[in-house]
């Protein structure tokens, strides 16, 4: 990626807070995306993706180019969001789930038309990693090889769970369609 | 990804125009600038004293490191005397019996002062160091 090359040059040249102002538009959605499909949260993706910026900038100056940097910064959203649902799991334990469950879907939801809801309930029923695949490849409409690449996933096992997951809402759809007419 | 079938198409784009708005709230850059502001305004305190204590660190291991070596110089020197002085002792004692009477004592007196300070002043130095 282009602008990667250039913030890359940047690190290299030891200009890390440069380096810093440019990739933080560049990744905001993407960091974003995965924390969110991660945690079905906007709040608490917002943190974990504050939280992983953060940590970027910290982490930024160490920066070797062993790995692609969209590689590099993707595992550390993951980290971060991870140590967050590992925090909120030991909230849930004192919270009752049902209503926890109802009050995040709440608050996740981008759209109030009945349709979009309706879809939305869908898409949050997914099992995990469909949900995620589907979250990540159509919040950009992304190539899948990078949706994979958020997920630290093989292709091919991404190219499955969107195939299932597109399969299984088509079928909850269709079924909601004949139910309501 | 996208596919021939019309109502697969339309899904596809339901599924982009429900998720494509998803982005983090507005002023999000400028919230993440400023916990990093606030993180940079400690860093350099952190760093001098991050290194004061690696300095300190790394003086304290040369000074231990230089102690054992110290040690063993005095006690191999101290073993190699004693060698000598076993293995020499006949010749060592009549050297001394018969060269001490011939010694000016002033000279004596004199030259043992003067290792001593000899000694002293270099005991010294190293304890300013």
């Not at chain 1, 906007?42 to 940590?55: L, N, P, S, Y």
Request: with cysteine.
């Amino acid at each position: 990626m282009p602008a990667d090359d250039a913030i890359i040059a940047l690190i290299q040249g030891g200009r890390a807070g440069e380096a810093f102002e440019r990739l933080m538009p560049a990744y905001r959605r993407r960091v974003f995306g995965l924390a969110y499909s991660l945690l079905r949260d906007r709040g608490a993706a917002e943190d974990v993706a504050q939280e992983a910026f953060v940590k970027l900038w910290q982490a930024l100056p160490r920066y070797d180019g062993r790995a692609q940097l969209s590689t590099w910064i993707y595992a550390i959203t993951r980290n971060a969001a991870i140590s967050a649902m590992r925090k909120r799991r030991r909230l849930v334990s004192m919270t009752d789930p049902v209503v926890l469950e109802e009050v995040e879907c709440r608050s996740a939801m981008p759209s109030t038309e009945p349709e979009d809801v309706a879809l939305w309930r869908q898409v949050e029923a997914l099992p995990d990693k469909q949900r995620q695949a589907v979250t990540l490849y159509y919040q950009e409409q992304r190539p899948v090889e990078e949706a994979a690449a958020m997920m630290g996933l093989p292709v091919n096992t991404v190219k499955t769970h969107l195939h299932r997951a597109r399969a299984s809402l088509a079928t909850a759809l269709r079924i909601a369609g004949m139910e309501s007419t | 990804m996208n596919s021939e079938d019309p109502r697969q198409a339309q899904l596809d784009t339901r599924l982009s125009r429900l998720l494509g708005g998803l982005d983090a709230e507005a002023g999000f850059e400028e919230r993440v600038m400023q916990r990093v502001a606030k993180l940079a305004a400690a860093a350099p305190r952190e760093d001098l004293r991050a290194q004061f204590e690696r300095r300190r660190d790394l003086l304290r291991r040369r000074l231990r490191r230089e102690a054992w070596m110290n040690g063993i110089t005095i006690l191999g020197l101290g073993a190699c005397a004693s060698a000598l002085l076993w293995r020499y002792a006949s010749e060592i004692q009549k050297l001394g019996t018969d060269s001490i009477p011939l010694i000016d004592p002033g000279l004596l007196i004199g030259s043992t002062l003067a290792a001593v300070g000899a000694a002293l002043w270099f005991l010294i130095r190293r304890s300013r160091e």
